[in-house]
């Protein structure tokens, strides 16, 4: 079972940065690929980034490719996603997932566990 937390969001004006964080419970988080997801007003869930167990191996949704980057410190059973040249169709609700698959891709059917979410705000 892991326990996932998030933390960092916020309202900012387009062209800002943020950097969410995810603290998961457990002594095994290194096992678990980890993803962020967001889900804007009337929208569905959908795939923002993951990154491997082991941190060597990223992934991103081509609408964040080159503003946003997943990166993960096992030591400390975290993992963040720093959002620069935020958009306002970048509004969302933000989720953290991890999957018991370390070399997942990870994807919302695929995902074991889920964080509660923190909201992330662009005005233009």
């Known amino acids: 079972q892991v326990q996932l937390v998030e933390s960092g969001g916020g309202l900012v004006q387009a ?3 943020l ?3 995810c603290q998961a419970s457990g002594r095994t988080f290194s096992v678990y690929a980890m993803g962020w997801f967001r889900q804007g007003p009337g929208k569905e869930r959908e795939f923002v980034a993951a990154i491997t167990g082991s941190g060597a191996t990223t ?5 964040v490719k ?5 990166s993960r410190d096992n030591a400390k059973n975290m993992v963040y996603l720093q959002m620069n040249s ?3 169709e ?4 933000y989720y953290c997932a991890a999957d018991q698959d370390p070399i997942s891709t990870i994807t919302t059917t695929s995902a074991n566990f889920w964080g509660q979410g923190t909201q992330v705000t662009v005005s233009s």
């Open 19 to 21: 950097r969410l964080s």
């Open 86 to 88: 935020l958009k306002p």
């Open 66 to 70: 080159g503003r946003f980057t997943i």
């Open 59 to 63: 992934f991103y949704a081509a609408s």
């Open 15 to 17: 062209g800002d940065s």
């Open 90 to 93: 970048d509004t969302a609700v």
